[in-house]
């Protein structure tokens, strides 16, 4: 039976407006393999340093949360409780996880990126279970495919101290997770994963894991949810698991603050637990939106040749914060000849504040002397109050040779 070592863990779910809900999830061994509690979260969560750190950085300002469980049929406790601390860069997160029976105490520090739809991250965990302390590094990566679809695929224990203790655990997690038929207030989640590697023989294993949520009211609001986890493996071995739960939360200014409650029931197994959740994030309204940007030339070709024809090029600049944002603080045009802002710049235009709304090139590089007739290539780039980048695709123009 795989619950009778479970670690319970709450996580918060949300569409992509302001709605959150609380939703556990069981099954350790296999910790990342589910994205589930990423795939609708704009906001992000903290424990997800335990279950999925490539979607850190997903999450919507600074955020901390802790999950207490109570195992009351044998008097057990367990905690787990992070922070994450969003930058530029990506997203630090440190953790910390812990039973009362076992002697098992975990700290973990995690980092996650991302570029357009790919993610990624890792985390190093100090394990101490009554010895000397031991380190794990685990890894995993995920793919957007729509806003409402993921695949997260995961490497456990790549790397240890105790050589015993990872030829158990080390594994390689898959998994697809999304939101059909959602609604704005009412949610169905599903998510379907599978064990495609395991050093251990006879231990691979699928399953499914399926929620339904209902939120009301605005703010404060609260949520009602059930679900159900279904695992199996190699040796047939089944593991089934139902869950209720509820929790309020409420907006005070830019903070968000809830608590939430639920409770499990594994079917053949006499371990039910109740969990206690609360989150809070001092910076969810913040503004992480880029501003709007869009760049565009008064004619495809030019020759700045003097005879008062097409000698230059008019830039059509157009930018603005949203509407929530604190307003812009740079902006920079790079014209470059390999469309590489690093490498074969030739002019660069820049400023702070608002941009102006055009901009003319003659043709000529930074020093003033006459550029080479070619393709060049022109992007903008505009950052606001609150480090949010923009920038535009390359766009192409071409100078002509002089006769």
């Known amino acids: 039976m795989y619950f009778n070592k479970t670690d319970i863990f709450c996580v918060c779910i949300s569409r992509r407006t302001v709605l959150f809900t609380v939703l556990f999830i069981c099954l350790i061994h296999r910790s990342y393999s589910s994205p589930l509690e990423s795939s609708v979260n704009s906001f992000g969560s903290p424990l997800l340093l335990f279950t999925n750190p490539s979607l ?80 794990t590094i685990d890894i995993g990566a995920s793919y957007e495919h729509t806003e409402r679809l993921y695949s997260s695929i995961a490497f456990l224990n790549i790397f240890e101290t105790d050589k015993s203790f990872s030829r158990l655990a080390r594994t390689v997690d898959y998994s697809i997770a999304g939101q059909p038929l959602s609604t704005v207030r009412l949610y169905f989640l599903l998510d379907i994963f599978a064990r495609i590697y395991t050093i251990s023989a006879g231990k691979l294993g699928y399953g499914f894991d399926a929620m339904i949520q209902k939120d009301f009211f605005k703010n404060p609001f609260f949520n009602l949810y059930a679900r159900c986890l279904f695992e199996s493996d190699k040796n047939k071995e089944i593991g089934v698991a139902a869950e209720f739960g509820t929790g309020i939360f409420a907006y005070f200014s830019k903070t968000l603050a809830g608590i939430s409650v639920g409770y499990r029931y594994p079917v053949e197994s006499s371990s039910d637990k109740i969990f206690l959740s609360l989150y809070i994030n001092p910076s969810h309204g913040d503004d992480d939106t880029p501003p709007t940007a869009v760049l565009d030339f008064s004619r495809a ?95 192409k123009v071409i100078l002509k040779k002089l006769f």
């Not at 919507?60 to 367990?78: C, F, M, P, R, V």
């Not at 812009?328 to 608002?354: C, E, F, P």
Request: glycine share 10%.
């Open 301 to 395: 070709a030019f020759t700045p040749d003097g005879d008062g024809i097409h000698d230059n090029i008019l830039i059509s600049i157009s930018c603005a914060d949203n509407k929530d944002g604190t307003g812009l603080k740079k902006w920079s045009i790079v014209i470059t000849s390999n469309q590489d802002d690093s490498k074969g710049i030739v002019r660069m235009y820049a400023g702070a504040s608002l941009p102006p709304e055009t901009i003319q090139w003659e043709g000529r590089d930074s020093q003033g002397n006459l550029c080479e007739p070619g393709a060049y290539f022109i992007q903008f780039t505009a950052s606001d109050n609150n480090n949010n980048i923009t920038k535009t695709p390359w766009k």
């Open 56 to 135: 850190i950085c997903r999450q919507k300002g600074n955020s901390l949360g802790a999950s207490a469980g109570i195992d009351y049929s044998s008097n057990k406790y367990s905690l787990k409780s992070a922070i994450i601390r969003k930058h530029t860069a990506g997203s630090f997160s440190f953790g910390y996880s812990g039973e009362t029976d076992s002697g098992f105490n975990q700290i973990s520090l995690g980092f996650s990126d991302n570029h357009k739809k790919f993610f990624w991250g890792g985390v190093f965990d100090f394990l101490f279970i009554d010895a000397a302390p031991q380190v």
